[in-house]
């Protein structure tokens, strides 16, 4: 016998609700067949909300039971909400996963030399230019998070709001093969502070923090990942010098 479900949702000419749209997604997973019922005005939605006394849509019935919204759905159907996740490390492996996946597309183009010097450069390069725009997306909210970690930029917070820059530039310049003495005094300047103002509050005042590296509204746990970070633009810098003042002399 198929399962069956009845959905009420906002489907308006200038308004199509996208819980509705999720909710419908949801149930035809489950394996239910799904009578798609639309809003398509104000009134409508409101004579709707009124007969059934509920303040939002969309609305799912099954078994002539009233289930409730997305959410609600999610409830009825054992899955973890939306948003509500534990504190997760995602966001920035993520960003290292598609940064290994470019140095690799690099490298079966034939554009890119497979040595382990430049397939590392390149891989640290791309991993501060993501870094660095997922914190230009929101300076303030990025600042707001940098400082209550950073050492220096707890004394000058100007510093927060000069950070997500300098890490653009150094990667770019990274990548534009500029000289050493251009980019690795960046890079070694914003990777060690960040380097011992993670060992500080981490592993030392032992703080229970979250990492500003993805941006000021993540959920990453100021720790192990977070110090990578820093230690790759460590390395990087050191690396830069000692090719272009030492092997290139």
């Not at 939002?56 to 919204?69: A, L």
Request: aromatic share 10%.
């Amino acid at each position: 016998m198929s399962k069956k479900a009845v959905l009420y949702r906002m489907m308006m000419e200038n308004h199509v609700c996208p819980f509705g749209i999720k909710s419908k997604e949801l149930l035809e997973r489950e394996g239910y067949t799904v009578d798609d019922r639309h809003l398509t005005t104000r009134e409508e939605t409101d004579a709707f909300k009124a007969k059934h006394q509920v303040d939002t849509t969309p609305q799912t019935f099954i078994d002539e039971k009233r289930v409730g919204g997305y959410d609600d759905l999610r409830d009825y159907f054992g899955k973890e909400q939306e948003g509500e996740r534990s504190s997760s490390y995602t966001p920035v492996l993520m960003i290292f996963a598609l940064a290994a996946l470019m140095v690799v597309a690099l490298l079966s183009s034939g554009r890119l030399n497979a040595a382990p010097a430049p397939v590392i450069m390149h891989f640290v390069a791309f991993t501060m230019v993501m870094l660095a725009l997922q914190k230009l997306q929101d300076l303030t909210s990025f600042s707001n998070m940098f400082i209550t970690y950073d050492l220096l930029a707890r004394k000058q917070v100007r510093y927060s709001y000069v950070y997500p820059f300098a890490e653009a530039y150094a990667g770019i310049g990274m990548l534009a093969l500029l000289p050493a003495l251009w980019v690795a005094p960046v890079s070694l300047f914003i990777g060690t502070i960040g380097a011992v103002s993670v060992i500080k509050a981490v592993y030392i005042d032992k703080r229970d923090l979250k990492c500003a590296c993805v941006g000021g509204d993540s959920d990453v746990p100021l720790g192990f990942i977070s110090l990578s970070e820093n230690l790759f633009m460590v390395g990087a810098g050191l690396w830069m010098l000692y090719r272009d003042l030492v092997l290139l002399g």
